[in-house]
């Protein structure tokens, strides 16, 4: 019955848009190091990425700036070496150029579409969107005399300088030109202005350049209106990568804020019937998604067992398991590579995408197949994408689509937000999921940032399936007092509290001074032996009855 699930798991998923897979054999990747490069050569090289891995992975790219350390950050030479199986060949950036954008090569590059200084965060948008549709390198005023002269001698297939004064110009004309349905876009990418502290990031473009995205900005705040236009001009469930909050003031400096534009993107995404894939400080997604998926089995035993009466249980979750460029990036460096890991005792429940099994399949194993006893995976908020389920306009087939991508990905349980961290998914909500997603998913978590004890009530059920609500875990002080507090106002005993660790802030020595501080009356559980704890404190509400 297990592999008649995973064939029909991968029926599913293979029934929707997938990423593209190399279609030519090729026996060497390309690496070229772009660290020393400007922003302006770093966007054109990421769309010649996208440009030419569209048929098959042979461009890689070193040193791109994404992410909040970019500087520092190893993952782009650490994936390579992990989980990308080809023999590579080291090459300038210059040689990629001489090998595929050369006058008379027969190269895959058309043409240029220059984008306008004076509106750059935009223009480079829409010629990356130009780029994607026609296989034209987005190009600076400054970049046109290499190019368009020998040995190159690329011609100018579309000037952006001079036509527009506005943001939401600029967007109009795009889709006025190039409309959608109509050109064929697979995907949308919120992307362009400020993000964690670094005004240029350009790693996803190769992968927006090859799906033929269309990729735009727009602050949530401040111009919901020229958001809610573009969104509501692509179809239903087109999914909408990068990330749509900029650098608020309240967010500056601290990793642990919230961001405020967050919910408003978040929530009219949601609106429009799409989700939110962030990916804002992914590189090199084209080559990565070019091996082929494969079905997953991960750990989780929640089989019903029989509580210490006298004990508070705690289940530890690391946060922001949603974003995919989280998953390439900071879940490597700041948690799976920490030293601590490896000597730590407590077991702990690690947040992922359900989309990294197919958008990144040799990463995902990695990861699945690298787990320590004491760990599991946890599907990140919403589901295959990041929502809020209250706003969703067809959360129907969104958690179909969900379901689906569980099942392929070997995950078991959901963690859920709603409504831009502030409230808590209503019984409805809860129901839905628990109703959709069963038997894939046995648990649904839920809450994230800001909650200082557990909402009531802590555990409840939907369709037999446990609901347990998270406090918020910034520091070991915080989290040792509010798990404490949690459990005092638990309904008897036992007691189970339920901990989003901040994962900016906390990690596994952190996870272990906070239970070495509460003591003894105090049980960390992996988390799916937490679930099953709570079936056998609870009994016959775990078996079926909904609350």
């Keep these: 019955m297990a592999a008649v699930a995973a064939a029909m798991a991968l029926v599913a998923v293979l029934a929707t848009p997938l990423p593209l897979r190399a279609r030519a054999a090729v026996t060497t990747l390309l690496v070229a190091d772009v660290s020393p490069l400007s922003n302006d050569d770093q966007l054109l090289f990421a769309a010649l990425e996208g440009i030419v891995n569209r048929s098959s992975a042979r461009i890689y790219l070193l040193g791109m700036r994404n992410g909040q350390d970019f500087a520092t950050d190893p993952t782009d030479r650490l994936w390579l070496h992990d989980a990308v199986p080809m023999a590579t060949a080291s090459v300038t950036p210059g040689d990629l150029l ?35 549709l026609y296989d034209y390198l987005p190009v600076s005023p400054g970049q046109l005399t290499s190019l368009t002269g020998a040995p190159y001698t690329q011609p100018v297939k579309v000037d952006l300088r001079g036509r527009f004064t506005s943001r939401a110009q600029a967007y109009d004309w795009a889709l006025a030109t190039y ?17 964690n502290g670094n005004p240029g990031q350009h790693g ?37 990568f990068g990330y749509p909050f900029f650098d608020d003031p309240i967010y500056e400096g601290s990793r642990h804020a919230v961001a405020p534009g967050e919910g408003f993107g978040v929530g009219e995404v949601s609106r429009s019937g799409k989700f939110l ?43 922001d398991g949603d974003n995919l460029g989280y998953n390439q990036q900071a879940l490597r460096t700041l948690h799976w590579d920490d030293p601590d890991r490896v000597t730590s005792t407590v077991p702990v429940g690690i947040s992922v995408s359900p989309w990294l099994a197919l958008y990144a399949p040799r990463i995902y194993d990695f990861y699945v197949h690298g787990l320590r006893a004491n760990e599991v995976l946890v599907s990140g908020p919403s589901g295959a994408g990041y929502i809020y389920p209250q706003f969703h306009s067809d959360l129907a087939t969104y958690l179909a689509n969900t379901k689906a991508r569980l099942a392929f990905a070997g995950l078991h349980s959901q963690w859920i937000l709603d409504d831009g961290y502030v409230s808590s998914p209503s019984p409805v909500i809860t129901k839905q999921y628990a109703a959709a997603l069963s038997p894939t998913v046995s648990a649904l978590f839920s809450d994230y940032g800001g909650y200082v004890v557990t ?22 002080a915080n989290t040792v007092g509010r798990v404490r507090a949690s459990a005092t106002t638990y309904p008897g005993r036992p007691a189970f509290v339920l901990v989003a660790l901040s994962t900016w802030g906390m ?16 049980v960390a559980v992996r988390p799916d032996r937490f679930v099953g704890l709570i079936k056998g404190a609870y009994g016959a509400l775990a078996g079926g009855a909904a609350s």
Aim: glycine share 8%; hydrophobic share 40%; proline share 12%.
């Design 98 to 132: 001489d090998r595929f954008a050369k006058s008379g090569s027969k190269g895959p590059v058309k043409g240029l579409v220059v984008w306008d200084p004076a509106l750059p965060v935009d223009t480079q948008n829409i010629a990356t969107t130009i780029a994607g």
């Design 179 to 195: 409309p959608p349905p109509k050109s064929s876009y697979g995907l949308m990418a919120w992307l362009g202005g400020p993000r």
């Design 204 to 240: 996803l473009r190769d992968f927006v350049v090859a799906h033929r995205g269309f990729a735009f900005e727009a602050d949530p705040q401040s111009e919901g209106p020229l958001a809610s236009s573009i969104l509501d001009a692509f179809p239903a469930e087109t999914p909408v």
């Design 277 to 319: 894939v962030p990916s804002t400080d992914s590189t090199n997604l084209t080559v990565h998604s070019s091996f082929s998926p494969m079905p997953q089995t991960t750990p989780w035993d929640d089989s019903a067992a029989t509580p210490d009466p006298t004990k508070t249980y705690v289940a530890l979750l690391i946060s």
């Design 455 to 476: 909402n009531p009530p802590p555990v409840s059920f939907s369709n037999g399936v446990p609901v347990v609500h998270a406090l918020w875990g910034d520091s070991v």
């Design 507 to 522: 990690s596994y020595l952190q996870a272990q001074q906070v239970m070495d501080q509460l003591g003894t009356s105090f």
